[in-house]
């Protein structure tokens, strides 16, 4: 199902913003740079920011998620514009509603020596939020800054209220990618959904490739809420918040419909479930999973449930936004062979 | 909060089913056979099989889910007579409602040649079951039989309905380890709860410590439901279905109370969140988890709420049980020094 | 499914906690006295308090919610010893597992001049509680008087902040109505399932027949958490809760297994269902209405799902136990008449 | 916060689709005829069809939720082209984002003789959906046809597997209002959410009126997917479909800001949360119905909380779609005099 021949979808680059012939790569490299300027807030149809072939290589960047707003101790919420400001969208020549574009994710660098932490209002799996309102006083709000070593390739919680300091290892990826809804809808960059979009997903990192349903001619592809690192859940709301510099490559598989996101590497298959309450995030990620076993490697859709039951992995990404995100997988020593 | 002084838990033992002196290890060694004689369905209050002092081992067994009732192609489930038989209870000296029951893995060994899959009806993540009943029909009775090599610690998926066959390594855990409930209540074999239960927790294995709320004299302490292997979720409704053989060592934290399970090892503390939607699983270990840090390692709360929105880690045990279950986990290396 | 002979089942009594000619009414008169002495905090097997031939009126009373500890403004919540003080279990001779108890409620009095009304803790729509815990401070304890005048049949509520009255007519109910689970279970009493339990539903009132299904030898009856009036969800927590002084009759209907309670009355058939979320009640109940209605009244299923979807009602009972309940009806007159 | 005086906004009608004097009414009447060529399928900005001024009368229709493709028995639902189409949007001069949309409903006539019911794919409580996928196979497609008979003002159900008729009584109402979201999205016409939206309300009914959040100049009202009669939940997926003939009134709260819709009549004030699972809708609905007693009505917030528990009402309008939808309400009769 995800089978593609290279050679059809690495047709000559053309135009973009900055277009340079890469060395040693496929297809040419297109260079973008973000500014709150130019970034959006809604997934949705809007005048590309550049023009890529399949096969050409992005390098671009991310602002981080309150617009870079947030920068000493003293700054507060109120400075934020608005969440999740977005790089993009992106026109990918030759996506039609129908294919599927895959992007896979080549370098991503963590821009600055500084990420944020922050109870942002409305989020938080610990506390009333505006799709889980309840009658106590909010938690206060609070900020935490960590600072990032690109040596050790480390960032440093430090506590707040006690002298506690302890590293965590670098792990960057978008919290947000994803492409123009179907049906002519247009969601805010806090929601993910069939489109993508604010996935949570540390899966969106190097090394792995995402696939989204097209939905409109070009795909429309958008970036941002860069994270440094996050735990499972994200359960108080936010990452370790950062801008972000990023190498990606671009593809479109002809003809192939898929209704969720899905991710691939050499070692496993992906799929994301999307919406509230989780038990309909897993539902809906093993049912894709089921179906794409079934579809490409041949076993009949029991025998797949079943083989999950035994060998499947589950990772929550996130319960805090307004759907919820689960990526369901199993690695591929688990699979037959894929069908051709 | 989870320190004990070994030296005073480790009394001298008395009688069991069956003590022995252990040699190098501390504590007796009670053996206690399991036969489908004596299985119990509900935990709660019962008569106890076999007496332990803190510090005793636990040499036993469990039958499988099934009660050990499918052992060979064209058995059915219909000739299953009750789910999840549970050895036990077993009674802990000195255990006291308000004390904590710590029970600690030693080892956990594959009974026989052979594990089970089954689509057990009422069951699974993708079928309507009675607590999410649906119109359709009901998927038709599937079982799968899995091969055990003890020499590759493996167990083999053979493909109902074409040839593939796939290994897949062993990871014993009891599907079931509980204690009687608290406020007079006895619950079915097949509810994970706040007295720990069908948690269907991976973690449930060899090198953890699981500690339980004691509410009754004795604690009552029983398991079964063995896995060789699960998958994420447990989302057809079995494991690798197989009887185990066990050691376990027990210990009483006098005057500690919690409100449920929790795991510990060498390099991490786990909480469990048990109930449904999963949304609420998730709520439930999250406070536990924070309070556990501020308790013992001295973060303020909200400290350790942000900590863990960066690093905290969770396992979907499964979605399949009347109550689903979630374990949340955080590496020691991200806490400060354990208060004393 | 649910025809029966009345002059069958109206043995003539027997031997009960004190037993009286009834006048009029078909069967004996059975009275009973509850008091904080002989309460119970489980529905599981308990030495009866009474026996019950079918047919026979059993009149009786409960202790409200909070074991009338809270009488007088000043009073805590502290000073209650247990949630949901039980009133029973009544015996009802005949009634073997696979049978259904039916309870028909001849009338329902308030005790006393006062109902209570309280923030519970741990309860609570807009509050966290225990399995929806979140790190806010929890909302201050507060309780409210309800003056009850028997001559207009209303309670006053008085506002704590402000100066506003307002008269709230009179609707007594049992919360808590059930009988012995299956299975061996034992349950709180604070909770509402397949054995009935605390439902909170205004349904348990006078006109209505309440079906159990029949889990132990006599059924086992149980009744208490009296609500002069309650809106719908309960969301606060509490009803105007008060003791009650009750008339009921017991029947058996022998032979027939019913899955989850039922209520009837001469205009509708009524089904619960109770877990969580809401979303699983709803499909519990409705899958039950369906099945009943094409048992029942001959309709296919698919024609009995239809027509609910254009004339059901849905009543929220309550979403703040640890389960929640939803009831399902439809008004007999949009059904074909009863299959005999 | 919902006072207004009429006399501000019942500013001389300007023109329109089409203007004509209303006789003894307020406001003109502005009559714009909706056909399949300009429906619309999502809620967001778009040219409107006609322009209202406050205290306007707008005269329309709706085509069915089917766009009237279902006409007899054979035609399938392959034969709709897209679900809920909508008639508008209708722009309203001088609603500006941070007002309050007030539509009071003066009249609806359901058009023709036929109304359908479906199950349409993806839709219903008792089946699998997109977003509570299962591996079932799925239900059947079926159509029923409900011959609607003005004089009596009933409908009447056919049963498709038996010979069993029976009238059910119009309610007509809009299954979809709603306005342009916030924060630029666009929504599909499936979807209710904080901008009203296919809330499959009963209460969008005559004499009622609905308040809406202005996100967008103009406001841009939207309604379609008329409904002659449903049943709570609606949980087949569809009510009885029918093409409707409608007159409203609009008029703008100037400086009043509104989270989500609310609707009110002489005797209640009602409030919509929408999302799931239900539990949430609840949430979202209580806490506004809160504010909105505590605002307007001048209780305190605990006690509005204590009221609502012992007389609101909940009304679970639809649990089909991809959010559902609650109204909670409670009768004036029990609040303070409204604050001025």
């Given at each position: 199902m995800i089978v593609f021949t290279v050679a059809v979808l690495l047709l000559a680059g053309g135009s973009g913003a900055a277009v340079a012939q890469s060395g040693g790569q496929t297809g040419n490299v297109v260079k973008y740079h973000a500014t709150?300027?130019?970034?959006?807030?809604?997934?949705?149809?809007?005048?590309?920011v550049a023009r890529l072939k399949p096969g050409d290589i992005l390098e671009t960047n991310s602002v981080d998620a309150f617009g870079n707003a947030?920068?000493?101790?003293?700054?507060?919420?109120?400075?934020?514009?608005?969440?999740?400001?977005?790089?993009g969208p992106f026109y990918i020549e030759g996506?039609?509603?129908g294919d599927t574009l895959a992007v896979k994710i080549l370098d991503l660098q963590v821009e600055g020596n500084q990420g944020i932490g922050a109870f942002a209002p409305g989020f938080g799996a610990l506390n009333e939020t505006s799709y889980t309102p309840m009658l106590h006083p909010p938690l206060p709000e609070k900020i935490w800054f960590y600072p990032i070593d690109h040596a050790t390739n480390t960032a440093t919680f430090q506590a707040l209220d006690s002298n506690f300091k302890v590293k965590i290892p670098l792990h960057p990826f978008f919290g947000c990618i994803g492409v123009a809804p179907a049906g002519g809808e247009a969601r805010s960059s806090i929601v993910p959904a069939e489109f993508g979009g604010?996935?949570?997903?540390?899966?969106?990192?190097?090394g792995n490739t995402i696939y989204f349903p097209v939905n409109v001619p070009g795909a429309l592809l958008y970036m941002g809420d860069g994270h440094a690192a996050m735990g499972d859940g994200e359960v108080a709301g936010t990452a370790i918040e950062v801008p972000l510099r990023a190498r990606l490559q671009v593809s479109v598989i002809k003809g192939q419909k898929i209704s969720w996101p899905r991710f691939e590497n050499d070692d496993a298959i992906m799929t994301v479930g999307a919406y509230r309450p989780l038990d309909d995030c897993v539902r809906i990620a093993f049912t894709e999973l089921v179906n794409w076993i079934h579809n490409d490697y041949g076993l009949s859709e029991l025998d797949a449930y079943e083989l999950l039951s035994k060998v499947a992995r589950i990772h929550?990404?996130?319960?805090?936004?307004?759907n919820y995100v689960i990526v369901a997988s199993i690695e591929k020593k688990f699979l037959p062979s894929k069908k051709r």
């Open positions: 709150m300027k130019d970034v959006k807030y809604v997934y949705g149809v809007a005048e590309p947030i920068q000493k101790p003293g700054d507060t919420m109120s400075m934020v514009k608005g969440d999740n400001p977005l790089t996506a039609q509603p604010n996935m949570d997903s540390p899966e969106a990192s190097v929550l990404n996130e319960m805090v936004d307004p």
